[in-house]
């Protein structure tokens, strides 16, 4: 695959952003390559109902 | 370096920038940001100091699969103009081993493991 690319005017007027959070970017610029991977992880067991314990104490 | 542009931000606000992240004006090369969270939702208001490691969840060790780019790539960019404007950003918050980057990177990687836990106590 060729990707050409002309790059004329760019030009953004406001930007607002609420939060920027987990390993993310906020990118005003040019780049080659981005790789992002993100996992997360709440399987059945993770809901927990009955008494509050800690999950298993430290020392 | 392929013919990179300049940025130009006329004006940034940021109300609050976490310790692990990084406010970044002028160019990097490679960027590799990492973060991981176990994140306990309780129903009452309840805070036991050390709690939980890292070890015993096996998601922070399980390998994310990222498959190569194996697709013959030719890439050319020709400048007519040479610039990237902004006029104004504002941004709440940057936490977590995030980036606010002003300007130009070659190599980015970015990766986030978060385990969730919620607790209810029991409906009597």
């Given at each position: 695959?060729?990707?050409?690319?002309y790059?004329r005017?760019?030009?953004?007027?406001?930007?607002?952003?609420?939060?920027?959070?987990s390993?993310?970017?906020?990118?005003?610029?040019?780049?080659?390559?981005?790789?992002?991977?993100?996992?997360?992880?709440?399987?059945a067991?993770?809901?927990?109902?009955?008494?509050?314990?800690?999950?298993?104490?430290?020392? | 370096?392929?013919?990179?542009?300049?940025?130009?931000?006329?004006?940034?606000?940021?109300?609050?920038?976490?310790?692990?992240?990084?406010?970044?004006?002028?160019?990097?090369?490679a960027?590799?940001?990492?973060?991981?969270?176990?994140a306990?939702?309780?129903?009452?208001?309840?805070?036991?100091?050390n709690?939980a490691?890292?070890?015993?969840?096996?998601?922070?060790?399980?390998?994310?699969?990222?498959?190569?780019?194996?697709?013959?790539?030719?890439y050319?960019?020709?400048?007519?103009n040479?610039?990237?404007?902004?006029?104004?950003?504002?941004?709440?918050?940057?936490?977590t081993?995030?980036?606010?980057?002003?300007g130009?990177?070659?190599?980015?990687?970015?990766?986030?493991?978060?385990?969730?836990?919620?607790?209810?106590n029991?409906?009597?």
């Amino acid at each position: 695959m060729n990707f050409q690319v002309y790059n004329r005017e760019l030009d953004v007027g406001n930007i607002r952003i609420s939060g920027v959070a987990s390993s993310s970017l906020v990118l005003v610029g040019d780049t080659e390559v981005i790789q992002l991977a993100s996992i997360f992880d709440t399987p059945a067991e993770s809901l927990i109902i009955g008494p509050f314990v800690p999950l298993n104490p430290q020392g | 370096m392929l013919n990179k542009r300049t940025s130009y931000v006329n004006h940034i606000t940021i109300d609050s920038l976490a310790t692990t992240s990084t406010f970044e004006i002028g160019d990097s090369t490679a960027i590799h940001a990492f973060s991981r969270a176990i994140a306990i939702q309780r129903e009452q208001e309840l805070f036991f100091s050390n709690e939980a490691n890292f070890d015993d969840f096996e998601i922070f060790k399980r390998e994310i699969p990222l498959d190569p780019i194996t697709e013959e790539l030719t890439y050319e960019s020709s400048p007519i103009n040479s610039f990237i404007k902004v006029n104004r950003i504002d941004i709440i918050g940057v936490s977590t081993s995030s980036i606010l980057h002003i300007g130009s990177s070659n190599n980015v990687f970015l990766e986030a493991r978060v385990k969730h836990i919620r607790q209810l106590n029991g409906r009597k």
